[in-house]
């Protein structure tokens, strides 16, 4: 089994700035592709950033582009999720992923993952 938790959520004003990270444990976690989500109140979970299992391939959501940066230190089993000029549109649960197959593609869709941390609150206010 594969544990996801995810850190780092919180209260911050428009333009502020937050770093998620997401800590793996249990089965492995380099060579795996992840992601980050968000599902804000009454709406459907987006994909946010999504990364190779290496590291050196990252896609956004046209939505985040140029604000926030996924990376990831394989050796330490944690992703981040650096935001940066936060907008309270930002504001939603955030959760981080895992894909099932190893060096598998950067995925788009929830139902492309089959590995769920258990999300961090991230409020913006204007």
């Known amino acids: 089994q594969v544990q996801l938790v995810e850190s780092g959520g919180g209260l911050v004003q428009a333009g502020g700035s937050l770093r998620l990270s997401c800590v793996a444990s249990?089965?492995?976690?380099?060579?795996?592709?992840t992601g980050w989500f968000r599902q804000a109140p009454g709406k459907e979970r987006e994909v946010v950033a999504g990364?190779?299992?290496?590291?050196?391939?990252?896609d956004y959501a046209d939505s985040v582009k140029g604000r926030f940066t996924i990376s990831r230190v394989n050796a330490k089993n944690t992703m981040y999720l650096q935001m940066n000029s936060l907008k309270p549109e930002d504001t939603a649960v955030y959760y981080c992923?895992?894909?099932?197959?190893?060096?598998?593609?950067?995925?788009?869709?929830?139902?492309?993952?089959?590995?769920w941390g258990q999300g961090t609150q991230v409020t913006v206010s204007s």
């Open positions: 249990g089965r492995t976690f380099s060579g795996y592709p």
């Open positions: 992923a895992r894909r099932g197959f190893v060096f598998g593609s950067i995925a788009y869709g929830p139902s492309d993952y089959d590995y």
């Open positions: 990364i190779s299992g290496s590291g050196g391939t990252t």
